[in-house]
Each structure stands twice: as C-alpha cells, then as structure tokens.
C-alpha cells in the first residue's frame, strides 16, 4: 500500500492572503495519574511507571471495576493566590487539575503574567462531563423521592432554592475550567472551551495554536483537563462496556495493542502547553521544546459508540493535518497513538496508520502512553501533546507497556515495553472520541 501524499493546504482553512505565523511551545505543565509535573510525568512514562490502581476516591468494592488512574495526593494551594481561595468551594475536580497544569505551564515558560499583554494572553481548553456529587445533593433528592413514584419535580420545588448552596451550578459548568484558568492567569484574550469528548484535549491544541498563528493572540495556554473517576459515571461506563473488568493486576490492566486487551481504563488529569509567537519565543530566548504546524478535525459519521471499521474519519483527520503542516506522510518519524486499549479502537487506528504511511507504517515507531495513565478522556490528547511536545525535545519515545501477547491484526511496532532513543523531526498525535470525532496534531522539533 503506497502512503499518501498530501502536500498543500486544504481550500479554506485560513484567510486567503493572510501571512501566518510560526506557534511554538514554551511552557509545559501535567497533572498525571503517574506524575505532578512535566519532569516526574516525564521520567515515570519513560520508565514504563503506570498510574492505574485500586479507585480510592470511593468504595468501589461493590462496583464491576475497581480499577482506575487517580491522581494521587493532589494539592491546589500553591496554584490559589490568597484572593482566589474563595473560590475554592465552587471548583471541581477538574477544574483544580487545569489550574495547576497552567500554573506549572507558565512558570516553565518563564513568561511573568504581570509584564505581558494580558489581551494577547488566550486560553483554550478541552474537557467534558463534569460529574454530579452526589452526597452534596443527596438530602435533596432523597426529600423528593417517595417509594412510590420516585423523584417528584413538585417536592423538589417545594424545597426551593435555599436547599442548595449558592453558585452550586458553576462547578458543573464545562467552560468554568477555562474560566478559571484565565482568572488566575489574568488572561483577557480569547477563552474557549471545547467538548469533543476524547478529541478536545487535541482539538484544543490546535486551536489555541491557530488563534496565534492568525494573529488572534500572542500567547495561548491550551489543553485539557477532566475527571470522571465517579461512582455513577464509572457505572455508565461499565454499563457500555467500554471499561476494562480488569481481572489481573491494576498496572497490567491498560495494554493497548495487545491481543488480551478487553478495554481502557478510566483516568483524570490536566495537561497545559503555553503556545507562543516563534518570534517573541526567540527574541526572548526561551525554551523551546517544539513547533506546532498543524491540525486535523474530522468526524466519521458513522455510529455514536464504535468507530468507522474502515478508519476513514481518523484518515481524513491525519491527512488534514499533515496537509497544514505542509508534510507529506514519510516525513512523521513517530505518532502518539490514541492507542485506548479497546478491541475496536485499536484495530481501526492501526488500520489508520497504514492506510496514511503505507509501506512506511511498519517502521514507523507509535506507541500510548494510555498505557501508563489510563484514557484521561477530555483531557487525554492534551496530556498526550506535552508527551509529544517532550519526545521531540528529548529524543525519546516512550513506550506501550504490557505489550505480552501479540495481535496478528495490531502488527505495527508500538514500541513495546521499554522506551527508545530515536531522532524524531517531526511527530503526530491521534485522538478519536465518542460519536465520531476525530482528532489529529502535528509537531516538528526545532532541529527539523
């Protein structure tokens, strides 16, 4: 099968006649189930060190899966200026995540919110559901139910308004992420939030790196940040039958690729990248781990609950990509896989890559780190983009753990079990989510 060549940009995409600008990236921050912290999270990928293990956050003795990555031992002081800690009560889990995962993305940028431009400091992030806490409504709907009929919207009413603690609703609210990370960061360019269940942590990537690329901005913290590890949401789940039963060792349950894998598990965390102008990086000497050159978004239309068998949105989203990025498929030296640990998902990605890289599919290196820190959903391409981001700088690609039992149908090189010392230019990321999306981001090293 010869790959496919995709030179040039797709008709409309940008202004016509508008000069685009270079996006780099200068700051990383991670929030992981296996590290806190772009150098920890590093180390531990590197070193195959998984976040999966028994679900302390509530008792899950009684549910079909007991597993999960949590974030252990997680603290948000540092990243709460004393005026913001009212704020505290009304944040969700998710939101603490980004917070943190901006804060630690500026500081490494070495940017100082305080002497730049607060206007041309933008903020996209990609999440999803925010799960409901239930003990904090339990009362309520316990005091509506009867044996009966069940829940009654006339005895909710009755109990009025002051049966619920003040702005209640804004910790489930899906832009409060990005909301609050632009009040802490004093960010007053543009604030997005993108839901493409697993694409938007990629999709915010993208975006926040076409917001500088068409002058819309001159900084950018994007990624995402998500929580569900919930004991309604983990249920729903279960009940799909997305979720691992895992029957053997926590750390050995997530194994994409794998030919005994039978599902992912559900993992939280935030990842933030600070995009920035090329030319201000430069002029003021910044680090720069990589160069964002493009993205790709398409959608299957398919089916809502498994994806195209014959790949063809993940191709057309892989595609699109490197044609922004002005690539040809031989060019990519390694690809972040979605790599979800599913029957399903993982065929249709590896039949992806060969249908994008032909021939060159099977030397080309790809490897999940989903592996390690389970599927962090609205927040697991951003996660996945720092990863990249780091592969590039590094020369490094992590690999696929629990590689132990080959799949004759998954036979690309997925970098089993121990990480590898590679030259890598240039590097693409896949994320494809539920309901069809798509996802696709591309990244060159600065010596490319």
């Given at each position: 099968?010869?790959?496919?060549?995709?030179?040039g940009?797709?008709?409309?995409n940008?202004?016509?006649?508008?000069?685009?600008?270079?996006?780099?990236?200068?700051?990383?921050?991670?929030?992981?189930?296996?590290?806190?912290?772009?150098?920890a999270?590093?180390?531990?990928?590197v070193?195959?060190?998984?976040?999966?293990?028994?679900i302390?956050?509530?008792?899950?003795?009684?549910?079909?899966?007991?597993?999960?990555?949590?974030?252990?031992?997680?603290d948000?002081?540092?990243?709460?200026?004393?005026?913001?800690?009212?704020?505290a009560?009304?944040?969700?889990r998710?939101?603490?995540f980004?917070?943190?995962?901006?804060g630690l993305?500026?500081?490494?940028?070495?940017?100082?919110?305080?002497?730049?431009?607060?206007?041309?400091?933008?903020?996209v992030?990609?999440?999803g559901?925010?799960?409901i806490?239930?003990?904090?409504i339990?009362?309520?709907?316990?005091?509506?139910?009867?044996?009966?009929?069940?829940?009654?919207?006339q005895?909710?009413?009755?109990?009025?308004?002051?049966?619920?603690?003040p702005l209640?609703?804004?910790?489930?609210?899906?832009?409060?992420?990005?909301?609050?990370?632009?009040l802490?960061?004093?960010?007053?360019?543009?604030?997005n939030?993108?839901?493409?269940?697993?694409?938007?942590?990629?999709?915010?990537?993208?975006?926040?790196f076409?917001?500088?690329q068409?002058g819309?901005?001159d900084?950018?913290?994007?990624?995402g940040a998500d929580?569900?590890?919930?004991p309604?949401?983990?249920?729903a789940?279960?009940?799909?039958g997305a979720?691992?039963?895992?029957?053997?060792?926590?750390?050995?349950?997530?194994?994409?690729f794998?030919?005994?894998?039978?599902?992912?598990?559900?993992?939280?965390?935030?990842g933030?990248?600070?995009?920035?102008?090329?030319?201000?990086?430069?002029q003021?000497?910044?680090?720069?781990?990589a160069?964002?050159?493009?993205?790709?978004?398409?959608?299957?239309a398919?089916?809502i609950?498994?994806?195209?068998?014959?790949?063809?949105?993940?191709?057309?989203?892989i595609?699109?990509a490197?044609?922004?990025?002005?690539?040809?498929?031989?060019?990519?030296d390694?690809?972040?896989?979605?790599?979800?640990?599913?029957?399903?998902?993982?065929?249709?990605?590896?039949?992806?890559?060969?249908?994008?890289?032909?021939?060159?599919?099977r030397?080309?290196?790809?490897?999940s780190?989903?592996?390690?820190?389970?599927?962090l959903?609205?927040?697991?391409?951003?996660?996945?983009?720092?990863a990249?981001?780091?592969?590039?700088?590094?020369?490094?690609?992590?690999?696929?753990?629990?590689q132990?039992?080959?799949?004759?149908?998954?036979?690309?090189?997925?970098?089993?079990?121990?990480?590898?010392d590679?030259?890598?230019?240039?590097?693409?990321?896949?994320?494809?989510?539920f309901?069809?999306?798509?996802?696709?981001?591309?990244?060159?090293?600065?010596?490319?």
């Open positions: 099968m010869a790959p496919v060549h995709v030179l940009r797709r008709p409309g940008h202004l016509a006649g508008q000069t685009m600008r270079r996006v780099v990236v200068s700051g990383l921050g991670v929030v992981a189930p296996n590290g806190f912290g772009k150098n999270f590093w180390e531990a990928c070193e195959g060190v998984s976040g999966v293990g028994p302390r956050s509530f008792d899950a003795s009684e549910h079909p899966t007991k597993v999960a990555a949590e974030v252990p031992d997680f948000l002081t540092p990243f709460m200026p004393g005026e913001h800690r009212k704020c009560r009304i944040l969700g998710a939101s603490r980004g917070i943190a995962a901006a993305a500026m500081t490494d940028s070495g940017l100082d919110k305080n002497r730049i431009d607060q206007e041309r400091l933008g903020v992030m990609g999440t559901m925010v799960p806490d239930l003990p904090e339990s009362s309520l709907l316990a005091g509506a139910c009867t044996h009966s009929d069940g829940l009654k919207a005895e909710l009413g009755k109990r009025g308004p002051r049966s619920m603690v209640w609703i804004l910790k489930y609210l899906p832009n409060m992420i990005a909301a609050h990370i632009s802490m960061q004093g960010a007053k360019g543009p604030n939030t993108i839901t493409t269940a697993c694409a938007a942590g990629t999709q915010a990537v993208g975006e926040g076409r917001l500088i068409r819309d901005a900084y950018v913290l994007a990624g929580s569900r590890i919930d309604l949401l983990m249920l789940y279960s009940s799909l979720l691992s039963p895992a029957r053997r060792d926590a750390c050995e349950v997530s194994r994409p794998d030919a005994e894998r039978d599902g992912f598990v559900l993992g939280e965390g935030a933030v990248l600070m995009l920035e102008d090329y030319e201000h990086a430069r003021r000497g910044a680090r720069i781990y160069e964002v050159l493009g993205l790709g978004s398409s959608f299957d398919y089916a609950t498994k994806p195209d068998p014959e790949a063809g949105g993940a191709v057309r989203a595609q699109w490197l044609r922004e990025a002005k690539l040809n498929a031989s060019d990519i390694y690809v972040n896989a979605h790599g979800t640990s599913t029957r399903l998902n993982d065929l249709m990605e590896t039949m992806a890559i060969k249908r994008v890289f032909g021939e060159n599919a030397g080309l290196p790809m490897s780190i989903k592996s390690m820190i389970g599927h959903i609205g927040a697991a391409g951003a996660v996945e983009a720092v990249m981001a780091l592969s590039l700088y590094k020369g490094v690609a992590p690999p696929t753990i629990n132990t039992k080959r799949d004759p149908q998954c036979d690309l090189d997925y970098v089993p079990n121990s990480a590898r590679i030259v890598i230019k240039r590097a693409i990321s896949t994320s494809f989510g309901g069809g999306q798509n996802a696709a981001l591309v990244m060159s090293s600065m010596a490319a």
